[in-house]
């Protein structure tokens, strides 16, 4: 099992920015990689970065391409994501989580992000 803490949530004014952080401890030589998944009020979750613990190049939903950044510390097996020039249309629930080859296997309990206008 892998288990997967989210933190750096909150309340920003649109234009702002805000950073989330999520540490994976357990059996993290499962994962191969971590991303980030949100779901907004009466949305579909929704993907939206990824990284490959392999080095292989990072993956964004296009809603976000240019705004937000992943990054991650293979040893501390923590990723972060960057979020820039949030709008209210960024306010959602973001979600830790964590790859085993192909399939997002372990879940954190989410963070909430909330953008004003």
């Known amino acids: 099992q892998v288990q997967l803490v989210e933190s750096g949530g909150g309340l920003v004014q649109a234009g702002g920015s805000l950073r989330l952080s999520c540490t994976a401890s357990?059996?993290?030589?499962?994962?191969?990689?971590m991303g980030w998944f949100r779901r907004a009020p009466g949305k579909e979750r929704e993907f939206v970065a990824g990284?490959?613990?392999?080095?292989?190049?990072?993956s964004y939903a296009d809603l976000v391409k240019g705004r937000f950044t992943i990054s991650g510390d293979n040893a501390k097996k923590t990723v972060y994501l960057q979020m820039n020039s949030l709008n209210p249309e960024d306010t959602a629930v973001y979600y830790c989580?964590?790859?085993?080859?192909?399939?997002?296997?372990?879940w954190g309990q989410g963070t909430q992000v909330t953008v004003s206008s």
């Open positions: 357990g059996r993290t030589s499962s994962s191969h990689g």
């Open positions: 989580a964590a790859r085993v080859n192909n399939v997002w296997r372990y």
């Open positions: 990284l490959d613990w392999s080095g292989a190049p990072t």
